[in-house]
């Protein structure tokens, strides 16, 4: 398969690289096998890759970009809770730890009915794809049929997916009806998905297991412990919650009295590794993020969930010059969206909202906003190297696999109608308009503010087609 037009992706945390007349071949396995970038002509670049692969030219299939459209990689979602997809928008005033008692517990539990996780697991997959996310990092609930059936739908829809049966075990925390009954079925219960697993995809081709303890209130030390022992035995990544709120930092701070931090809590049980994914990270101590950083465990900056449940604002930055990799993640139902294109939008939003706070130092106050091409590495690049892809997916490379996007833009004409969408109505095609005179860097952030759904025509993931919109 050979890919032809206009293909933009992070070259740097800072800088967006722009492949014009470009050509991307694809190999049967879904990895790019030749890339040939500013030609004359997409003719040219066509041969170009034909010349370097060898492969002949009624071999492959072409998909063709349109003016005004670009590939781009897909979006990588670090921290999204499938079982919580039917409740996105729903959370009236709360904030975390009530919000989990009225709204998510009881949800959650009720997906023990399998015919109902068919459904909203479904409907997860398809929704997050058509958002253009070709990774998402999944917690589902704590039954294991279902937690199964979730990644045997990723592999038959063909994402890409991280996934994690929710260890729950702690007497007095969790719900008598929604918890594990000892720290040995939490650990027998997560043993049998990474069984499953091993099965339908060995190798983590597609779909790996996460190792899950939901966060620390919800756990006991004998539970972290065991997935701690699973995490050394089978080198899985691990995923948990990290000081979001501060009503949960209090309740930590009374549950683990011997420790010193939060984030000491997760050392002490040997829970931060490379591997490890962190979300929120709100209110990060000092001490806490250069022990994270040390132990080179990543963070899931997760705004519209920060915004949402009034959790806080997580300062990315401050992240970054810690030696921290951030990704980022939709927290749905914390967030109140499926797309990783409203993260990114609410991450710039929050680092400003930041930046507001910063009185009296001007180049302080500038530096703390997040830009149009720091977010995009964040939902790209940045997300895979949080979750050991970076030598997969994230940008365009030879070598890599092939997860991506399609993104059209509407353009308007000198006779200000749209082109290139006949029958397709205004409100049909989106909310970025482009007039021709904008920069490829005005396009991109025009997309990043204005962008959706509507705006993803198209979504591979390791060359196969999984989304198509009309
Ligand atoms: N902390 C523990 N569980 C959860 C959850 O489901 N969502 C969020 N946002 N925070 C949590
Ligand atoms: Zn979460």
């Given at each position: 398969q050979i890919l032809l037009g206009t293909f933009v992706h992070s070259k740097s945390r800072t800088e967006l690289d722009y492949l014009h007349n470009a050509a991307v071949a694809v190999d049967t396995r879904g990895q790019i096998a030749a890339i040939a970038r500013d030609c004359r002509s997409m003719s040219d670049a066509k041969d170009a890759v034909l010349r370097q692969t060898g492969w002949k030219a009624s071999e492959a299939d072409v998909v063709e970009c349109?003016?005004?459209?670009?590939?781009?990689?897909?979006?990588?979602?670090?921290?999204?809770?499938?079982?919580?997809?039917?409740?996105?928008?729903?959370?009236?005033?709360?904030?975390?730890?009530?919000?989990?008692?009225?709204?998510?517990?009881?949800?959650?539990?009720?997906?023990?009915?399998?015919?109902?996780?068919?459904?909203v697991y479904t409907a997860c997959v398809r929704r997050t794809l058509a958002h253009g996310t070709t990774t998402a990092t999944y917690y589902t609930t704590i039954d294991v049929p279902a937690t199964n059936l979730l990644a045997d739908l990723c592999l038959n829809l063909g994402q890409r997916a991280f996934v994690g049966r929710v260890c729950m075990d702690r007497k007095g925390?969790?719900?008598?009806?929604?918890?594990?009954e000892s720290p040995e079925v939490a650990v027998h219960a997560t043993r049998e998905t990474i069984s499953h697993i091993d099965k339908v995809d060995p190798g983590y081709e597609l779909v790996s297991p996460i190792l899950t303890p939901r966060f620390a209130p919800a756990c006991t030390p004998e539970s972290m412990n065991a997935l701690s022992k699973i995490q050394k035995?089978?080198?899985?990544?691990?995923?948990?919650?990290?000081?979001?709120?501060?009503?949960?930092?209090?309740?930590?701070?009374?549950m683990y009295p011997a420790a010193k931090t939060y984030a000491d809590v997760y050392d002490k049980h040997e829970l931060l590794t490379p591997k490890t994914v962190l979300a929120h990270a709100v209110y990060l101590t000092d001490d806490e993020a250069t022990l994270i950083s040390q132990r080179e465990s990543k963070v899931s900056h997760c705004p519209c969930s920060n915004s949402s449940l009034t959790s806080g604002e997580a300062r990315v930055r401050w992240m970054w010059d810690k030696g921290i990799e951030v990704g980022l993640g939709t927290d749905m139902s914390g967030g109140y969206s499926p797309s990783i294109l409203e993260a990114a939008r609410q991450a710039t939003l929050m680092s400003r909202h930041l930046a507001m706070q910063i009185d009296d130092d001007d180049a302080s106050r500038e530096r703390c906003k997040l830009t149009v091409e720091e977010v995009l590495y964040l939902a790209?690049?940045?997300?895979?190297?949080?979750?050991?892809?970076?030598?997969?997916?994230?940008?365009?490379?030879?070598?890599?696999?092939?997860?991506?996007?399609?993104?059209?833009?509407g353009a308007v004409g000198d006779d200000g109608l749209r082109a290139g969408e006949?029958?397709?109505?205004?409100?049909?095609?989106?909310?970025?308009?482009?007039?021709?005179?904008?920069?490829?860097?005005?396009?991109?952030?025009?997309?990043?503010?204005?962008?959706?759904?509507?705006n993803t025509k198209k979504v591979w993931v390791r060359g196969r087609l999984v989304h198509s919109r009309r």
């Open positions: 349109e003016e005004g459209q670009f590939f781009f990689p897909g979006f990588i979602d670090t921290h999204v809770h499938a079982s919580q997809y039917p409740n996105i928008g729903i959370f009236g005033k709360s904030s975390l730890l009530d919000w989990l008692e009225r709204y998510t517990f009881p949800l959650e539990c009720s997906l023990s009915d399998l015919a109902k996780a068919q459904r925390f969790c719900p008598d009806y929604y918890e594990d035995e089978k080198h899985l990544p691990v995923q948990t919650h990290i000081s979001e709120n501060k009503g949960e930092i209090e309740l930590v701070k009374h790209t690049r940045g997300g895979a190297l949080c979750l050991g892809l970076g030598d997969k997916v994230g940008g365009f490379e030879v070598g890599k696999q092939l997860d991506a996007q399609l993104i059209a833009l006949d029958g397709v109505d205004w409100a049909d095609a989106g909310n970025v308009d482009v007039f021709g005179w904008e920069t490829w860097d005005e396009r991109i952030a025009k997309w990043l503010y204005n962008g959706d759904d509507r």
